[in-house]
């Protein structure tokens, strides 16, 4: 009754045209402060001229490639920094090394006993791949890069075969992403990305031609929010996700040896793919010469941060080849190099406390020992199946203060520390504020990203992915530590 109620409410305040703009203004959560602060327009002003990289992680519901176009082109739009045709798209790279070869066949992972990946056709379609971005700031020296991390070409033969074709049948077609899972097209960043024929279009036909049994707005709810938004979640913390951080290392290895200088030296800009040679200045010692700044959607801070689990974890030594833990060694090498790198990271919308409870820690008694949970039925120690958030954040915080320490070993007050910012819309359905991690503190900030309809109403989808277009947000991230924005 409740519920009719308020939906009567909705239609009214729809039909009448009673909203509330979104508010300019930045609230501050009592875990910290606008002032404390740095940003990335700090970064691209720094001594040196280095490059600076935004490594940019999607959350869930994607499809395609070019979830940072609206990041991009508000730094132009809103900031003024830049026309939106200034960003150069220098180079498309894939995850191609360890179970991502070309010679090597697709996982051995099934579905209710159906593999996922068919042939080697399949999984090369199925490989994540990094869109290296490149601009120059107005009022600002330094060459800003945005590595575009795509993920969801790994997710999609399961959502496609295993959830969307058989919903067809349930709450009914979503025709949209029918047509999604059953076209082919080649890689095009600029449009919606690579694509490969999960159901075939004739399948698709038929699956679009069903009678929905479900009333429309709980049917979209389910085959948006549901099973193309939250079977992501569910996958990422399953078995998938060992082969998802593997691509998403090497897409970061990728991105680490990325020269801008070398952007445009050949066609489409692939020139400056695989140019920098950070190994050889890991080799000198302590450098500042490219800096590091994480965005995450949603998902992607757990997937970003994952990626300091490591890759040998679990594997024994003598199960590898030379040349496969070589590679490892590289990666996990490129790893903490970039995270060394690495002082300031930003969470849209951040799912961490509901993903977290997938990984649960053990109590140590006092004297060290892990207890036992009761009921466990067994005389050991339970183990979380991987490192939790807590020890990855303490990692990242361990290799950036000794690589600042070794940079500035006489100057503890030039030291940068580790800054998490996470931002949300309160009336997002999809955030969570995020807590302290261990002696990391979060500072959380809110801002309003849609319009209110006098209080009772704010469009969900507007809330949940218009971090990047707010205009409050984006001052916050680019402009210096003043932070005009605070006092608005």
């Keep these: 009754m409740q519920t009719g109620k308020l939906l009567c409410a ?6 009448v045209g009673g909203a509330t703009q979104a508010g300019a203004k930045v609230i501050e959560d009592k875990s910290g402060s606008l002032k404390t602060l740095t940003s990335i327009g700090d970064a691209l002003d720094s001594p040196g001229r280095r490059p600076v990289h935004i490594l940019y992680v999607h959350g869930i519901h994607r499809v395609g490639a070019g979830d940072s176009e609206q990041l991009r082109e508000s730094i132009c739009t809103k900031l003024k920094l830049c026309a939106v045709s200034d960003w150069k798209n220098a180079g498309v790279e894939f995850a191609d090394k360890g179970e991502f070869s070309n010679s090597i066949q697709p996982p051995a992972l099934t579905y209710l006993g159906n593999p996922i990946w068919k042939n080697a056709e399949e999984w090369r379609a199925a490989a994540p791949f990094v869109v290296h971005w490149v601009v120059h700031l107005r009022h600002h020296s330094a060459t800003l890069i945005l590595d575009e991390i795509n993920w969801w070409p790994l997710v999609l033969a399961l959502k496609c075969r295993r959830i969307e074709a058989n919903e067809a049948y349930l709450a009914g077609p979503d025709r949209d992403l029918l047509q999604v899972c059953s076209q082919q097209s080649k890689q095009d960043p600029d449009e919606l990305g690579r694509f490969y024929p999960w159901i075939t279009a004739e399948q698709a036909k038929k699956l679009a031609a069903i009678q929905p049994h479900a009333v429309l707005i709980n049917r979209l709810l389910k085959d948006n929010l549901i099973d193309w938004g939250l079977s992501d979640v569910v996958l990422v913390v399953g078995q998938m996700g060992d082969i998802l951080r593997d691509a998403l ?6 991105s680490a040896a990325f020269d801008p200088n070398e952007a445009g030296a050949s066609s489409g800009g692939n020139g400056a793919v695989g140019k920098y040679d950070w190994k050889a200045q890991l080799s000198r010692g302590a450098a500042m010469d ?3 700044i994480g965005v995450t959607h949603s998902l992607g801070s757990y997937l970003l941060f994952n990626t300091l689990n490591s890759d040998f974890a679990g594997v024994p030594a003598q199960n590898l080849s030379a040349s496969e833990a070589a590679r490892k060694t590289d990666e996990e090498n490129a790893i903490h190099y970039i995270f060394e790198r690495t002082s300031l990271v930003y969470f849209f919308a951040n799912q961490l406390e509901m993903l977290e409870i997938t990984n649960l820690g053990t109590a140590s008694n006092a004297a060290g020992e892990a207890k036992q949970p009761a009921g466990s039925g067994t005389g050991q120690a339970m183990a979380a199946p991987a490192a939790n958030f807590r020890a990855l954040v303490h990692e990242w915080e361990q290799l950036q203060a000794n690589f600042q320490t070794a940079l500035h070993p006489n100057d503890e007050a030039a030291r940068e520390k580790i ?3 996470a931002w949300s819309d309160p009336s997002d359905v999809l955030t969570w504020r995020a807590p302290r991690i ?5 500072v959380n900030l809110y801002v309003q990203n849609a319009v209110h309809w006098l209080w009772i109403f704010e469009s969900p989808p507007s809330a949940h992915r218009n971090y990047a277009a707010n ?3 984006l001052r916050v991230m680019f402009e210096d530590t003043a932070h005009p924005a605070a006092g608005n």
């Excluded at 909705?10 to 039909?15: P, R, Y």
């Excluded at 290392?249 to 990728?254: E, G």
């Design 471 to 473: 205009k409050d947000v």
């Design 249 to 254: 290392r090497q897409l970061m290895a990728k």
């Design 10 to 15: 909705l239609v009214i305040l729809a039909a």
């Design 290 to 292: 490219q800096e590091f």
């Design 419 to 421: 800054q998490v910012v």
């Design 438 to 442: 261990g002696d990391v503190d979060v």
